[in-house]
């Protein structure tokens, strides 16, 4: 399975992004994680393969949404109320495997995709 994130740029703080990730096959649990720059990548967002279950970093609780299409293979993370410390490059991963639960850590994840740049500035 590939992964293709998109929808980063340049955004004001307080502003929105909608990120998306399309994976090039079936996927079950579908995450985000970001990496700023010198810090380790952390958890943002994770997602059931029925989108029932959803868990959230609590740095981003209240003003991210995480969504799925599966007719689309595609994976979303709206952004609202942006600010500068989500600065970071954002990246879209998949568990392939329908017996583990819904992850929020990379380890628990199988394949990623290469990334989507997001800067928060004015």
């Known amino acids: 399975v590939q992964l293709q994130a998109s929808g980063g740029g340049l955004v004001q703080p307080g502003g929105s992004l909608r990120l998306s990730c399309a994976a090039s096959?079936?996927?079950?649990?579908m995450g985000w994680f970001r990496q700023a720059s010198g810090k380790e990548r952390e958890f943002v967002a994770a997602?059931?393969?029925?989108?029932?279950?959803?868990y959230y970093a609590d740095s981003v609780k209240g003003r991210f949404t995480i969504s799925r299409d599966n007719a689309k293979n595609t994976v979303y993370l709206q952004m609202n109320s942006l600010k500068p410390e989500d600065t970071a490059v954002y990246y879209c991963?998949?568990?392939?495997?329908?017996?583990?639960?819904?992850?929020?850590?990379?380890?628990?994840?199988?394949?990623w995709g290469q990334g989507t740049l997001v800067t928060v500035s004015s």
């Open positions: 991963a998949a568990d392939n495997d329908y017996r583990r639960g819904v992850g929020v850590k990379g380890d628990e994840y199988d394949y």
């Open positions: 096959g079936r996927t079950f649990s």
């Open positions: 997602i059931s393969r029925s989108g029932g279950i959803t």
